[in-house]
């Protein structure tokens, strides 16, 4: 969509003064729901979401049980007062799809093959909705399995890098995602780089993909050193309170 706003000023400063490359501010805290086997509390500029994590347990109704491995259940929410307008309460087609790449990029670092006949199941609630959702969703759901002990090869993340007014931006806002021209959110495992997730809105020409592409990555690791900041920030406290 097409507006009169200036999405980027004369000096080169973005509408909430960022510059091209800069996230965000993103604040993490993990086990923070006492119910749930692994849980995390995410902040990602206006976003707010709460990643809860349940098993692995015995996948229900049986026939969904996978002899051979643990089936993944990401169910991605927004809630009625997450957005301007109340949106209607419910799963809608736009849930049902971010679920299903969630869990699909979940599954892909999860040592499923552990777990036969289980499955491990991912409530992401969004509070609050400020674009870049479904980055902050798996990213806090990452923490949450980390927390609630699941065997994983790495700790997935994702960011997004954009197009606004035909510059590469990282992590686009609101009103970057309604009016800019092309949005890029991936999902890495960032030990290996390995792409779990990788959606495209809008277009690039190569040349931009490509540097939109590398943003991303390099955004990805930045959130990725936060989520490993906050996992450590909880088990030392525990291991502190152990000693004590
Ligand atoms: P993501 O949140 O991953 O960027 P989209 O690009 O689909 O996913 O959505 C961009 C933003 O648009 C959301 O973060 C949210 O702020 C807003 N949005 C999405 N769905 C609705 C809705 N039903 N009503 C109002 N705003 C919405």
Request: with cysteine.
């Amino acid at each position: 969509m097409k507006s009169d706003i200036k999405l980027i000023t004369d000096e080169g400063k973005r509408l909430d003064g960022r510059g091209p490359h800069d996230l965000r501010k993103i604040k993490i805290e993990a086990g923070v729901l006492h119910r749930a086997d692994g849980s995390c509390y995410l902040e990602w500029g206006g976003n707010k979401v709460l990643a809860a994590v349940y098993g692995p347990r015995e996948a229900v109704p049986r026939h969904t049980q996978n002899p051979l491995k643990a089936i993944v259940q990401a169910r991605y929410n927004m809630a009625a007062f997450s957005v301007e307008d109340r949106k209607r309460p419910g799963p809608d087609r736009r849930s049902v799809e971010i679920s299903k790449v969630i869990s699909e990029a979940l599954e892909k670092v999860i040592l499923t093959e552990y777990f036969p006949r289980a499955s491990i199941d991912v409530n992401i609630e969004v509070l609050d909705a400020e674009a870049g959702t479904r980055c902050a969703g798996l990213s806090a759901a990452a923490v949450a399995l980390v927390d609630a002990g699941i065997p994983m090869r790495d700790i997935p993340v994702a960011c997004a890098a954009g197009k606004i007014e035909g510059q590469v931006v990282l992590d686009l806002g609101k009103e970057e995602d309604n009016f800019g021209d092309a949005d890029l959110p991936i999902a890495i495992s960032p030990r290996t780089d390995e792409v779990l997730l990788l959606q495209m809105d809008g277009h690039f020409t190569v040349n931009e993909f490509n540097q939109a592409f590398d943003l991303a990555l390099k955004g990805c690791h930045t959130v990725s050193e936060i989520q490993k900041k906050a996992i450590l920030e909880k088990y030392q406290s525990v291991v502190a309170e152990v000693q004590e």
